[in-house]
C-alpha cells in the first residue's frame, strides 16, 4: 500500500494522448483528463480533490502562478507509460509526475497521476500526492533547474502533508540516520529515496520553525533564481546555514529511527 507521496517531476518530452479514448470534466481550478476509459465520476472526484489541493497550496504560494492545475489520469500502467515515456519499474512506486511539456513554459505543466496505483490507497493520501504535485505547478519545478532537488521536494512533501492529519513522526518514519548535508539530487532515486524525501520534508520543517511558511516561500524563489541555497538562506534568516542544519539534525533525531 502507497501510505504517502512518492512523487518526482522532470522536464520531460511533449506526449500525445496516442489515439486512446480521452474525457475531460473541467473543476473550478483544475482541468482533468481521463485517458484510455477512465469513468466520469471517478473524473469529477479528481477534479473536486486537486480543486481542493489548488486552494491549500494557494494560501502557501499566493502569487506568480495560475492558481491552476492540469491533471491526467490514465486508465492503466500501458497508457501511463505511453504517456509519460517512463517505464513500468517506475510506475510500481511513483504516484505521481509532474512534467513540463513543449519546453520550459510553465502554462503547459501537466501532472500524471498513478491512477492504478493510488486506487488502493485513501484520499488522504491521494490528496497528499495531489498538494505535493500541485507544489511543483506552482513553482514551475520542472522548468527551474538550479533548485537543488531537496528543496523542491520538501516544499512538495511540506505543502503535501499540511493540513492531512498525518503526525510529522508518521510522514517521516523511515529516516534512520542523521546526515550531516541535506540529500543530494542523486539520492531521490532508486533505494533510499523515501528516506531522502524524507529528509527533504523534515529540512523544511526545520526553515519554517526559523523563518515561517513565507520565508521557506522567500527562501525557495531566492535559491531557484540564484542557484545558492545558502546565500538564499542567509539573506531571508539573517543566519547561518549551520544554524539551520543543526535544527534540522536535531529534528531528524526525534523521529523514529533517526
Ligand atoms: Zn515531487
Known sequence: MLDRALAAHDAGTPSGYHGAPISVVPGRRSVVVGVGGVARAELRRWAAATDAAVRAVRTAIPDRWYAHATVVVPAGRAE???????????????????????????????????APLLASTTWQARNIVLRHEVTHVA???????????????????????????????????????????????????????????ELAHLGCVAMVEGVG?????????????????????????????????????????????G
Open 80 to 114: 501511463l507509460v505511453a504517456l509519460t515515456g517512463r517505464g513500468h519499474r517506475t510506475w510500481d512506486r511513483l504516484a505521481g509526475l509532474t512534467l513540463a511539456e513543449g519546453g520550459a513554459d510553465r502554462a503547459a505543466l501537466r501532472i500524471y497521476l498513478n
Open 139 to 197: 513553482t514551475a519545478a520542472p522548468a527551474t533547474a538550479t533548485t537543488p532537488t531537496w528543496l523542491e521536494e520538501g516544499l512538495a512533501e511540506y505543502l503535501g502533508y499540511r493540513g492531512s492529519g498525518v503526525p510529522l513522526h508518521v510522514a517521516t518514519r523511515d529516516v534512520t540516520r542523521v546526515p550531516r548535508r541535506f540529500p543530494a539530487d542523486g539520492a531521490f532515486v532508486g533505494a533510499g529515496a523515501t528516506e531522502a524525501y
Open 213 to 257: 511558511v513565507r520565508g521557506l516561500l522567500q527562501v525557495y524563489r531566492r535559491t531557484a533564481a540564484s542557484g545558492d541555497f545558502t546565500a538564499a538562506w542567509r539573506a531571508v534568516s539573517g543566519t547561518a546555514v549551520g544554524v539551520l542544519l543543526g535544527r534540522w539534525r536535531a529534528l531528524a533525531r526525534t523521529v523514529p529511527g
